[in-house]
Nanobody
Framework: QVQLVESGGGLVQAGGSLGLSCAAS????????MGWYRQAPGKQRELVAV???????TYADSVKGRFTISRDNAKNTVYLQMNSLKPEDTAVYYC?????????????WGKGTLVTVTS
């Protein structure tokens, strides 16, 4: 069974920084695109950033220049470094990954980690 476990997050003042990490575990064959999404109260879940296995990245316009996504393929782990945080970045951040496990493809989600940015 595949699991995505996020860590990091918490409370930070505007202008500060936080780092998130997400590790995939279980009977994993290969991990392809990994990414971060977020959902603010009363809003739909939205893409923050994704990274392919080869390292190509895509960012939401709202986080470009402030957030950096990276990954360690050997550890099946994806990271999100968040700098210059704004109150509007407050949300539950979810890890997502495309994984082949036991010969079957699946798209998996973590349980989420809360990021709160105070003004």
């Amino acid at each position: 069974q595949v699991q995505l476990v996020e860590s990091g997050g918490g409370l930070v003042q505007a202008g500060g920084s936080l780092g998130l990490s997400c590790a995939a575990s279980g009977s994993i064959g290969s991990v392809f695109t990994m990414g971060w999404y977020r959902q603010a109260p009363g809003k739909q879940r939205e893409l923050v950033a994704v990274i392919t296995r080869g390292g190509s990245t895509t960012y939401a316009d709202s986080v470009k220049g402030r957030f950096t996504i990276s990954r360690d393929n050997a550890k099946n782990t994806v990271y999100l470094q968040m700098n210059s945080l704004k109150p509007e970045d407050t949300a539950v951040y979810y890890c997502n990954a495309d994984i082949v496990a036991k010969g079957s493809y699946g798209n998996y989600w973590g349980k989420g980690t809360l990021v709160t940015v105070t003004s």
